[in-house]
């Protein structure tokens, strides 16, 4: 089932899949780096670095209202083919 929002929580190090909750957008500021499961609630693990590196990376917005990430996420590479936006905690889809 499609998920419509993603709540922010920081953690050091990111949890393993089995350990992760739907829902649930998991930052590492040590890593640079966002995890979260699909938000089709296929099961998959969606990494995106964020900041500034080499390659592909997203930008990580931090608001009262939630957390942004830009660009859109696509998960192209998956079976579910999922492409969304996330906009203050909330998942947009496309
Ligand atoms: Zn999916």
Known sequence: MRINKLKPEYVGTMPSKSEMKEGVLYIS????????????????????PYGRRDGMFW?????LS?????????????????????TDNKVEWL
């Open 66 to 86: 939630g957390v942004t990430m830009r660009p859109s996420v696509g998960s192209f590479n998956l079976p579910c083919k999922s492409h969304y936006y996330i």
């Open 29 to 48: 500021r040590v890593y640079l780096t966002t995890a979260h499961l699909c938000a089709c609630g296929c099961g998959n693990v969606v990494v995106l």
């Open 59 to 63: 930008t990580l917005t931090e608001r």
